[in-house]
């Protein structure tokens, strides 16, 4: 599979098999993020990988919702889903001089970096068959206690990782010429 195969038919997938992921492909998978590209190689990602059942509950019970009538999606993903990533990032090291003192106004970006390699992940699960969806919206502080992550570090977001149990039709994207312009912002 090619990469814009892979780009073009990855779906966010909610519903997933019992079906256990081999640890070959676990690894292939977290082998992926840790190719990913990071700012001055700082590499300051790293990943809990959660199996065990009332650890996987005890993620999901730390979800938000945008809307207080429906839960988030992601949280029946993570309970059902095999195995859930936590993708967590090294505090003040992407973005930031050894003395503390970050290159650029926009401070942090730990976020980008785990970002990037989170795509490399879901990409190459996807081109092995396997289902992931993004998930952000969660209480980071209770998801933090709940994996015993220490202070330097914190938690940005997961996947959880499985057979799909579901087929999901292409959500709709912006066409180029709404989100592309030429030289300067706004011109076509
Ligand atoms: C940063 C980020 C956070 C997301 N958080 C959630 C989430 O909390 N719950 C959820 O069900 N989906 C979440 N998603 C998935 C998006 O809703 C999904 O990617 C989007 O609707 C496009 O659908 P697609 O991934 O199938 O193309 C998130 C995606 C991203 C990139």
């Not at 997933?16 to 990602?45: G, H, I, M, Y």
């Not at 650029?104 to 490399?120: I, K, L, P």
């Not at 570090?153 to 180029?176: F, Q, W």
Request: net charge positive; with cysteine; aromatic share 8%.
């Amino acid at each position: 599979m090619d990469v814009m195969q892979a780009i073009r038919g990855r779906r966010s997938i909610r519903k997933f098999k019992s079906t256990p992921v081999s640890p070959e492909d676990l690894n292939t998978v977290l082998e992926a993020a840790r190719q990913a590209p990071s700012w001055a190689n700082s590499q300051c990602w790293r990943f809990v990988v959660v199996t065990e059942q009332e650890m996987k509950n005890q993620l999901a019970r730390c979800f938000l919702s945008r809307d207080p009538t429906r839960e988030n999606r992601g949280a029946v993903a993570v309970r059902t889903a095999p195995v859930t990533i936590v993708a967590c990032a090294q505090k003040k090291k992407s973005g930031y001089s050894s003395a503390g003192t970050p290159f650029t106004v926009r401070g942090e970006w730990s976020m980008y970096d785990v970002g990037v390699a989170m795509q490399n992940l879901v990409l190459t699960a996807f081109a092995l068959g396997l289902g992931t969806v993004h998930i952000g919206l969660f209480d980071h502080k209770k998801v933090e206690e709940v994996l015993g992550v220490p202070e330097d570090i914190e938690v940005i977001a997961m996947t959880p990782l499985g057979y799909p149990d579901e087929a999901i039709e292409p959500r709709p994207r912006k066409e180029l010429k709404e989100i592309v312009f030429r030289n300067k912002y706004g011109q076509q």
